[in-house]
């Protein structure tokens, strides 16, 4: 099975998401992250907030929209559901980040694993409704 490798970052010009390959440096070498759109009508990388770059994950929600790094979750469980965590990367893994959470389900637990037990659904993202994370903290 064949993983699909994407990216999503919010261009600097107008600030609207575009998906596609990862570029990291420019001509000249230094660090410039750009998406390559893999569509005919943008031939061009294009220039992106280097804080807004996540990775897909390879995993879908619920309603199948794909899950990328930076994205905000609502878990249900138990016949439950509130928003759960921040799906980030770190040490070759993709985990869901609940600190402001710690509840009965397991904090920064790898995705694969959460997935086989809960449901999940994005709700937003730490770039676009950060307002999301307020008033979750213990």
Partial sequence: M???I????KRLDN???????????????NYCPRIKQNIESDPFP?????????????????NGKRIFEGDI???????K???FGVVKFDKSRFFIDDDFMRDDI?????????????EFEVVGNIHDT?????GCEQ
């Fill in 2 to 4: 064949k993983r699909e």
């Fill in 6 to 9: 994407l990216f999503r970052g």
């Fill in 15 to 29: 600030g609207q998401w575009v998906y596609g390959d990862l570029l990291t440096k420019n001509k000249n070498g």
């Fill in 46 to 62: 294009i220039q992106v907030d280097p804080d807004t770059v996540g990775q897909y994950t390879g995993v879908v929600d619920k």
């Fill in 73 to 79: 979750l609502k878990v249900y469980y138990y016949g």
């Fill in 81 to 83: 559901s509130k928003i």
């Fill in 106 to 118: 397991k904090a920064k637990a790898p995705m694969t694993e959460m997935f086989s037990r809960y």
């Fill in 130 to 134: 950060p307002e999301l994370m307020k």
